[in-house]
T-cell receptor
Framework: EAGVTQSPTHLIKTRGQQATLRCSPI?????VYWYQQALGLGLQFLLW???????NRGNFPPRFSGRQFPNYSSELNVNALELEDSALYLC??????????????FGPGTRLTVT | GNSVTQMEGPVTLSEEAFLTINCTYT??????LFWYVQYPGEGLQLLLK?????DKGSNKGFEATYRKETTSFHLEKGSVQVSDSAVYFC?????????????FGKGTKLTVNP
């Protein structure tokens, strides 16, 4: 069974540009979570999508947004990139609400570098 | 608020040494507690978990006990191997109003030398 996949593996952008990151969950999983792993800050919760809806949002500005498609894959968009957006962005999927965080399966991440 | 504080590294040990990585938490209610491991160039993998007080999670020789009285979930391994070199994250599960998310500590980098 394929795991959670993320693309691209690496992304280099300049300040002010937009970045789009993609995540495909494990087959049968309906929830997708996005986390930012910035150097020295650990993992910060960004967004949670379930059944196509945004269910929860972390403490990030509105220029971080996303969506979930009917096939449950998800996109994270970061507009007006700033240097401090440079980080590893991790996606996780799970069976959905009520199944508990121990069912999270994480992808390998997308390394975003803003210059 | 809900937070996790874990021992900051980096931690460098020799093979077969004893490992302890401290983790304490602050939470409302009764969270589940987790340890995740991130090997170089990879995503996070669940290492072990405990869902209630006095539960002991264990996997691959690693252990951690959910201590409600000290709000701790320290990770231990009796004899580390070079292959254990990775970053270890302590986390708790917050479930509020049908919303679930993991709150992570900042991670502890472990290097095991032969």
């Amino acid at each position: 069974e394929a795991g959670v996949t993320q693309s691209p593996t690496h992304l280099i952008k300049t300040r002010g540009q937009q970045a789009t990151l993609r995540c495909s969950p494990i087959s049968g999983h309906t929830s997708v979570y996005w986390y930012q792993q910035a150097l020295g800050l650990g993992l910060q919760f960004l967004l949670w999508y379930d059944e196509g809806e945004e269910r929860n949002r972390g403490n990030f500005p509105p220029r971080f947004s996303g969506r979930q498609f009917p096939n449950y894959s998800s996109e994270l968009n970061v507009n007006a990139l700033e240097l401090e957006d440079s980080a590893l962005y991790l996606c996780a999927s799970s069976l959905g609400t009520g199944t508990g965080s121990s069912n999270y399966i994480f992808g390998p991440g997308t390394r975003l570098t803003v210059t | 608020g809900n937070s996790v504080t874990q021992m900051e590294g980096p931690v460098t040990l020799s093979e077969e040494a004893f490992l302890t990585i401290n983790c304490t938490y602050t939470a409302t209610g009764y969270p589940s507690l987790f340890w995740y491991v991130q090997y170089p160039g990879e995503g996070l993998q669940l290492l072990l978990k405990a869902t209630k007080a006095d539960d002991k999670g264990s996997n691959k020789g690693f252990e951690a006990t959910y201590r409600k009285e000290t709000t701790s979930f320290h990770l231990e391994k009796g004899s580390v191997q070079v292959s254990d070199s990775a970053v270890y994250f302590c986390a708790l599960d917050i479930t509020q109003g049908g919303s679930e998310k993991l709150v992570f500590g900042k991670g502890t980098k472990l290097t095991v030398n032969p």
